[in-house]
């Protein structure tokens, strides 16, 4: 039995005001043409096949054609959701895509979270947020990685007699190594699943959620994430992106191969100073996909016109600029929390003017700086 495992789409993504939908559609296509060139038994998409709760109308077209080709080619595709759908959406298409072959798994459903497909059965655990895996009113965070290992558990007892058995998941696990992307909400260790929560019956694992391509060493079966099909924004600069062709046999180990995408859009980082850019801006001007320039200040007063200068030379490919002063760099947390707090006294001494007509006495501002103080800790 031949699979695919592919994740993290992320239709309807934009990157500054850059739609990334033909970086979706390039990565697709080239699903596609694996799939007409190798037998393909059935694909797995481990979640975030959307952007977002409403992704927009490009989007969304990109992601059903991808599914009517699959299903002319006559290959069925298993689709959970990931953190960036919304449950909603996706339970909105589950009805009409089984049409054409594709299952759709919208929220975690433990009585319902079992495909069969010949003498295949895959585990499918959307996406589990903490607000459906745990009860309200329990110390939620603590409980998380615990709900998660028995909702994986309970799902296993219900595939365990099968030849083939996978489990297919959105989580975050621990130690797997992450980039700016996930973490956005839902990255942080109180939300990590330990590895050893996978049942080693499980003759793979595929998973989504972090954008990186890796083998989950730790955990007691053949795990992976294979990571997003593009270079979502600046964090993901220099990665290559993969899915996984995963061919598996009775009584063996699966055979994993890690099918490399070539990217439409690959992004860069250049880092120019002001005093001396001339060489990087030429050699910016020559790369393909979209830019975020470093731009190293000496003179404050001149930088607009440099500035100006890579906007006009580097034209649509350049998504920001991003001004590194000295100030930036020296000034610490602490001297940040102060001029926050400074604002706050300043506002509320305007206040106090504006009500009683007359400038707070110091012992009100003693009052006040040792309230925000308490709010703070
Ligand atoms: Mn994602």
Redesign the pocket.
């Known amino acids: 039995m031949r699979l695919l495992h592919l994740s ?1 789409l ?1 239709a309807g993504k934009t990157l500054g005001s850059i739609s990334r939908n033909e970086d979706v559609a390039y990565a697709l296509e080239q699903v596609l043409n694996f799939c007409k060139e190798n037998s393909v038994d059935l694909v797995l998409i481990a979640g ?1 096949v959307f952007d977002k709760a409403n992704p927009d109308n490009e989007a969304k077209e990109i992601i059903f054609d991808f599914f009517l080709k699959l299903n002319e080619l006559k290959i069925p595709a298993v689709a959970i959701s ?3 759908d919304s449950y909603e959406f996706m339970k909105s298409l589950k009805n009409l895509l089984r049409v054409i072959n594709v299952f759709v798994f919208p929220k975690p459903d433990l009585e319902n979270g079992v495909f069969s497909f010949e003498e295949l059965k895959v585990a499918c655990l959307p996406y589990p947020s903490e607000r459906v895996i745990t009860r309200a009113g329990e110390s939620a965070k603590l409980d998380y990685a615990v709900a998660v290992e028995k909702a994986i558990k309970y799902l296993y007892k219900q595939v365990e007699n099968a030849k083939f058995k996978i489990l297919l998941s959105h989580l975050f696990l621990a130690g797997s190594k992450y980039t700016r ?2 973490r956005e909400a839902t990255i942080t260790k109180f939300y990590a699943v330990e590895p050893s929560s996978i049942p080693e019956g499980f003759d793979y694992v595929a998973l ?2 972090v ?1 990186r391509y890796q083998r989950i060493e730790k955990a007691p079966t053949y795990t992976y994430y294979t990571g ?1 099909v593009f270079q979502l924004d600046f964090s993901e600069t220099g990665q290559e992106k993969f899915f996984n062709f995963v061919e598996l046999r009775e009584g063996e180990p699966p055979i994993v191969e890690a099918v490399k995408l070539s990217l439409k859009n690959p992004l860069h980082v250049v880092e120019m100073d002001q005093n001396n850019y001339a060489r990087e801006l030429d050699e910016a001007k020559t790369l393909n996909g979209y830019l975020k320039v470093n731009l190293k200040v000496r003179d404050k007063n001149r930088v607009n016109l440099v500035v100006d200068r890579i906007k006009e030379s580097l034209g649509s490919k350049l998504i920001r600029i991003e001004l590194i002063t000295e100030e930036l760099q020296t000034q610490s947390k602490e001297e940040l929390q102060e001029l926050q707090a400074l604002n706050v006294v300043e506002l509320y001494k305007e206040y106090f003017k504006e009500v009683y007509k007359k400038g707070p006495e110091e012992q009100v501002i003693k009052t006040l700086l040792s309230l925000m103080e308490t709010v703070r800790r």
């Open positions: 993290d992320h975030d990931g953190n960036h992307t996930e989504g959620h954008h997003s």
